[in-house]
T-cell receptor, first 116, second 114 residues
Framework: AQSVAQPEDQVNVAEGNPLTVKCTYS??????LFWYVQYPNRGLQFLLK??????LVKGSYGFEAEFNKSQTSFHLKKPSALVSDSALYFC??????????????FGSGTRLSIRP | DGGITQSPKYLFRKEGQNVTLSCEQN?????MYWYRQDPGQGLRLIYY???????QKGDIAEGYSVSREKKESFPLTVTSAQKNPTAFYLC?????????????FGPGTRLTVL
């Protein structure tokens, strides 16, 4: 079965330190990869996506993600965390070759907490 | 959240009642989706629609129904057959022609069964 794993329910980082939110996937082929962020009682906001090309993708709010094909991972990173980065982060994967309305598979989410 | 509106923001339902959640988009997107979010479980797809007058079941369609009579509207009805409807419901849309495109999400509706 196709799946997306976010192994950490919560990540705690001090402000100013680098952060990593992990994501691995089990999807056949070369899927499209996404990161979304959710603030309390809000919808999801798009951060970045990987389609092809450079393995390091840059996105909104200073976030970036590194695609590793051999490890089927797409970890979210930021060099210097801000307290305002505290939110729920979702990794998502859409298989290639499907119609555009095919299912995006979401991970279970990782709560990022940045302490001052 | 821009471009997609969901109403109401909070909804309370008595057991045995059907309720309808509204989702409207002005992005001219063909595809629309409904997700359910429960703590620790991420998002699960309920229904999706690629085009007007057509929709498909997602992973957890039992106890839910939808309609797509207009391109901009995709209402979700939570029926009394849904055994555990208390959850946060998210509507999304995307351009039909781009499978690499992101989905745009509405602000969500929190449904509580009393």
């Amino acid at each position: 079965a196709q799946s997306v794993a976010q192994p950490e329910d919560q990540v705690n980082v001090a402000e100013g330190n680098p952060l990593t939110v992990k994501c691995t996937y089990s999807v056949s082929g070369n899927p499209y990869l996404f990161w979304y962020v959710q603030y309390p009682n809000r919808g999801l906001q798009f951060l970045l996506k990987y389609i092809t090309g450079d393995n390091l993708v840059k996105g909104s709010y200073g976030f970036e993600a590194e695609f590793n094909k051999s490890q089927t991972s797409f970890h979210l990173k930021k060099p210097s965390a801000l307290v305002s980065d505290s939110a729920l982060y979702f990794c998502a994967v859409r298989p290639r070759g499907y119609s555009s309305a095919s299912k995006i598979i979401f991970g279970s989410g990782t709560r990022l907490s940045i302490r001052p | 959240d821009g471009g997609i509106t969901q109403s109401p923001k909070y909804l309370f339902r008595k057991e045995g009642q059907n309720v309808t959640l509204s989702c409207e988009q002005n992005l001219n997107h063909d595809a629309m989706y409904w997700y359910r979010q429960d703590p620790g479980q991420g998002l699960r797809l309920i229904y999706y629609s690629q085009i007007v007058n057509d929709f498909q079941k997602g992973d957890i369609a039992e106890g839910y129904s939808v309609s797509r009579e207009k391109k901009e509207s995709f209402p979700l009805t939570v029926t009394s057959a849904q055994k555990n409807p208390t959850a946060f419901y998210l509507c999304a849309s995307s351009p039909r022609t781009s499978e690499s495109g992101k989905e745009y999400f509405g602000p969500g509706t929190r449904l509580t069964v009393l």
